[in-house]
């Protein structure tokens, strides 16, 4: 992935390298981890058809568990009560959620060379 780089006078490239690293873009600027809320909803994940989502890339259905997957307050003591093919299941659409916001990232960053280039032009 290409991280935007800025043409900025008198830094040095490991200043530069640093800022543009993602960590230097989204951990100086706000982000932190929040805290952990809440169950698992087992039954919005049990009404999950992993292959109909994969194969109609139903981003729609995706979106709905992003939240509770990531805030849920996941306990040593509650995976006593999951299946085997429940885990797997959650642990898939996980990967998907992932591959997801790497897309969405890297449309970001497309989107923010893009607009660069433009500023770039209109500037000169």
Do not use: W
């Not at 194969?55 to 306990?75: A, S, Y």
């Not at 997801?100 to 449309?107: G, K």
């Amino acid at each position: 992935m290409e991280i935007l780089r800025s043409e900025v006078a008198g830094h040095d490239d490991s200043d530069r390298d640093e800022e543009n690293s993602i960590g230097g873009v989204y951990g100086s600027k706000g982000f932190f981890f929040q805290q952990r809320r809440g169950h698992l909803n087992l039954r919005g994940i049990a009404k999950v058809n992993l292959e109909r989502m994969v194969r109609e890339v139903d981003i729609d259905t995706l979106q709905q568990h992003i939240e509770n997957i990531t805030f849920c307050n996941l306990r040593e003591e509650d995976l006593r009560y999951l299946t085997d093919p429940q885990i797997v299941k959650i642990f898939r659409i996980s990967q998907l959620i992932i591959e997801y916001l790497l897309y969405s990232q890297d449309q970001l960053v497309d989107s923010m060379n893009k607009l660069s280039k433009k500023y770039s032009i209109k500037k000169k």
